[in-house]
């Protein structure tokens, strides 16, 4: 898409007022919500959010609800971005030094939360997702996404108590799993061994960046991880990269719901995702998409569901 002259006349007044141009600056690096934006910013929410208004409606950011709350991030529309990254260019160095100290300590925060919440819960996290629904059956129509095997490298991100491992474990030559918490890592490392699998790694790493090498996985598993994260979209183009030539990638999740308990109780961010919006990340990140599984709710009215995608088997490789 293009901006027509008067478009983009509309875009350039919306951007240019200097707490727009600091919103700007900001969600170039992140969603955040109004509330959020006014703790950085230091103006109230009705000021902040009139600023937001106006560059919606000329088509600079987007806004999205989630539960009760509403985040923004900039444009996807890549003509939008374009002038969004020409004007942020041309933006002095350091003129929001002070935005990004702020915003880093929001970071901070939401990562303290979360890193509290799961060395909290670690002992009893499996306990704790039979909660939400039928975990028998949820592992059960896993093993038949994921196919028969055998699969040479299997690898598992947030890998928590190394559920899936357990589960696919025995169909593969090798197995990693990456997590950010120690305390999971070392239940994951006993659940594996009670296992008897000997073929596991499992490492101390971040979804958004594994360090693995491209295209080197002939499944990749996201499994009740992307509801926690800021990015979700950056997590599944990260797994996506891992996906070899044939290989699949599997994302478990929840389908949209209302249960905004779920935030403060269990530190999620987002609650549940479209089949439109996984589908989506997955072909901008060169996947190919088959039919979600949906499971139905047990006790919570949470509906978990299943997306498969698979690289085709013609695909070059990459290591990067």
Not at 280 to 292: D, K, Q, V
């Amino acid at each position: 898409m293009s901006f027509t002259s008067d478009q983009a006349v509309e875009a350039l007044r919306a951007a240019g007022e200097p707490t727009r141009l600091r919103v700007l600056t900001l969600l170039a690096g992140d969603e955040l919500s109004v509330m959020e934006l006014s703790r950085i910013l230091d103006q109230s929410q009705p000021r902040v959010s009139r600023h937001l208004k106006l560059m919606a409606d000329a088509g600079l950011i987007e806004r999205f609800p989630d539960g009760a709350r509403v985040f923004y991030r900039l444009s996807s529309d890549l003509a939008a971005r374009r002038l969004v990254d020409m004007v942020l260019d041309l933006l002095e160095d350091g003129a929001a030094d002070q935005d990004h100290v702020r915003l880093e300590e929001v970071r901070r925060e939401r990562e303290a939360e979360a890193a509290a919440y799961f060395e909290q819960v670690a002992p009893r996290w499996d306990q704790m997702r039979s909660l939400y629904v039928c975990e028998s059956a949820v592992e059960a129509a896993i093993e038949r996404a994921a196919g028969p095997g055998p699969f040479d490298r299997v690898v598992d991100l947030g890998t928590g108590s190394g559920r899936m491992l357990t589960l696919l474990g025995k169909k593969a030559r090798l197995c990693i799993g990456l997590d950010l918490s120690q305390n999971m890592l070392n239940i994951a490392r006993s659940n594996t061994a009670k296992a008897g699998l000997d073929k596991v790694e499992l490492r101390h790493g971040d979804i958004f960046a594994t360090r693995l090498p491209g295209q080197s996985a002939d499944l990749v598993i996201v499994h009740q991880v992307l509801h926690y994260l800021i990015d979700p979209a950056a997590a599944v183009r990260e797994a996506a990269r891992l996906v070899a030539p044939g290989g699949r990638l599997l994302i478990v999740d929840f389908a949209p719901h209302a249960l905004e308990q779920l935030r403060e109780e269990h530190q999620h961010r987002r609650l549940g995702f479209s089949d439109a919006e996984i589908a989506g990340w997955l072909r901008e990140a060169g996947l190919a998409t088959s039919a979600p599984i949906a499971l139905p709710p047990d006790t919570e009215d949470l509906t978990v569901t299943i997306w498969t995608a698979t690289r085709a088997e013609t695909a070059k490789r990459s290591v990067a």
